[in-house]
């Protein structure tokens, strides 16, 4: 089902550059997620947001910067891209603040040079 | 900070084994979630576990909560080639954030 959609799904940038992953969702969930995935470290909490104009930081939230104007929304932009954000980014939505079941995006495999 | 350590990291099993990972926290945990994620896709959500010492089956898949509740496991009996993938646990405190292990990827050798 396309009930949250991330775009690009791929995405090769380099160092220094600017780059926006998008996240929509169709469910008119509150809650929404970036999270990042990296072999040997799961998926780690980047920003979160309870609803439209609402975010918060999470686990590793430097370099990164999120923004929500409407509640089916919620872009990522790396502001200066470094090879270390080289990762794949999962988007995900709930009703709740995680006490509810999470519901991710396909992702979007970025590689910084 | 809180912490969920998740093992094993990997596990290679022939099909018709059993397979278990195993997830623990540093601190007592509210909740915890389990979630599946096949090669090359995205984490699907299993089941949630909430209080102390539950058990809840999906077919071939047992989903254990610690007594204490900091700890949880799931077991698969007979594992299938379609096990294949990552399994994370996740746990929340009261505070509200999620926190992921670091996922047990499954191997199943037909």
């Known amino acids: 089902d396309a009930g949250i959609t991330q775009s690009p799904r791929y995405k090769i940038t380099e160092t220094g550059r600017q780059v926006t992953l998008m996240c929509h969702q169709t469910?008119?969930?509150?809650?929404m997620f970036w999270y990042r995935q990296d072999l040997g470290h799961g998926l780690r909490l980047i920003y979160y947001?309870?609803?439209?104009?609402?975010?918060d930081k999470g686990e590793v939230p430097d370099g990164y910067v999120v923004s929500r104007s409407k509640t089916e929304n919620f872009p990522l932009t790396l502001e200066s891209a470094t090879r270390s954000q080289t990762s794949v980014y999962f988007c995900?939505?709930?009703?709740?603040?995680?006490?509810?079941?999470?519901?991710f995006g396909p992702g979007t495999r970025l590689t910084v040079l | 900070g809180q912490q969920v350590m998740q093992i094993p990291q990997y596990q290679h099993v022939q099909e018709g084994e059993d397979f278990t990972t195993y997830c623990n926290s540093s601190?007592?945990?509210?909740?915890i979630q389990w979630y599946k994620q096949r090669p090359g896709g995205h984490p699907v959500f299993l089941i949630q576990?909430?209080?102390?010492?539950e058990v809840k089956k999906q077919k071939r898949l047992t989903f254990q909560f610690g007594e204490a509740k900091k700890n949880s496991s799931l077991h698969i009996t007979a594992t299938q080639t379609t096990d294949v993938g990552t399994y994370f646990c996740?746990?929340?405190?009261?505070?509200?954030?999620?926190?992921f292990g670091q996922g047990t990827t499954l191997q199943v050798k037909p």
């Open positions: 996740a746990g929340q405190r009261n505070t509200g954030k999620l926190i």
């Open positions: 469910w008119s969930h509150s809650y």
């Open positions: 995900a939505s709930s009703e709740g603040r995680g006490w509810v079941t999470q519901y």
């Open positions: 947001s309870a609803a439209a104009d609402i975010t």
């Open positions: 601190t007592t945990l509210s909740n």
């Open positions: 576990l909430v209080k102390s010492g």
